[in-house]
C-alpha cells in the first residue's frame, strides 16, 4: 500500500486482485461504504438525541414537603426550572406572593408563590418545591 500526502490530505494507493492500482476511495466503495452513509448516521443520531431531550423535558415531578417528610410524585406543575434568573421567573409567574430575604453565603433566598416555592442561590433558581396545600 502507498499513501501519498497531499493538502493535508491522505491519498491511499493499493493494489487490486487484478494487479491495477486504485485509490482508498474506491476501495471504501467496494466494502459497502457510501460517501453520504456517515452523514445520514450523524444523523439519525443527532435526530434521536433531539428526541430524547424533548421528552426527557416532558415527564416532571414536584418535591413535597410536609413537615420533616419528604415526597416527590409526578407533576405538570409549571414552575421555575433549575438556572432561571430571578428577573425571568418574575417575567413569567408574575411577582410572588412573599420574598424571603437572602442568608448565607451564597447567598440563598426564597420566594413563595401560590402552589409552590422557589429557592435561588444569588439570582439562580436552583429548586422548585410543591407546596402541600397546592
Known amino acids: 500500500m502507498i499513501e501519498r500526502y497531499t493538502n493535508r490530505?491522505?491519498?491511499t494507493r493499493a493494489m487490486?486482485?487484478?494487479g491495477a492500482r486504485t485509490s482508498g476511495r474506491a476501495i471504501a466503495r467496494s466494502r459497502g461504504d457510501t460517501p453520504g452513509r456517515s452523514n445520514r448516521l450523524v444523523l439519525a443520531l443527532a435526530l434521536g438525541a433531539a428526541l430524547v431531550l424533548?421528552?426527557?423535558g416532558?415527564?416532571?415531578s414536584e418535591t413535597?414537603?410536609?413537615g420533616d417528610a419528604v415526597t416527590v410524585r409526578a407533576s405538570d406543575l409549571a414552575r421555575p426550572s433549575r438556572g432561571m434568573t430571578?428577573?425571568?421567573v418574575e417575567a413569567r409567574f408574575g411577582a410572588p406572593q412573599q420574598r424571603h430575604a437572602a442568608v448565607g453565603e451564597p447567598p440563598i433566598s426564597r420566594w413563595d408563590y401560590q402552589g409552590f416555592t422557589v429557592f435561588f442561590e444569588r439570582d439562580r433558581v436552583i429548586h422548585a418545591v410543591v407546596d402541600p396545600a397546592g
Do not use: K, S, V, W
Request: glycine share 6%; proline share 6%.
Open 9 to 11: 490530505r491522505t491519498i
Open 16 to 18: 487490486t486482485p487484478g
Open 54 to 56: 424533548l421528552y426527557a
Open 58 to 60: 416532558a415527564a416532571r
Open 64 to 66: 413535597i414537603a410536609t
Open 86 to 88: 430571578m428577573h425571568t
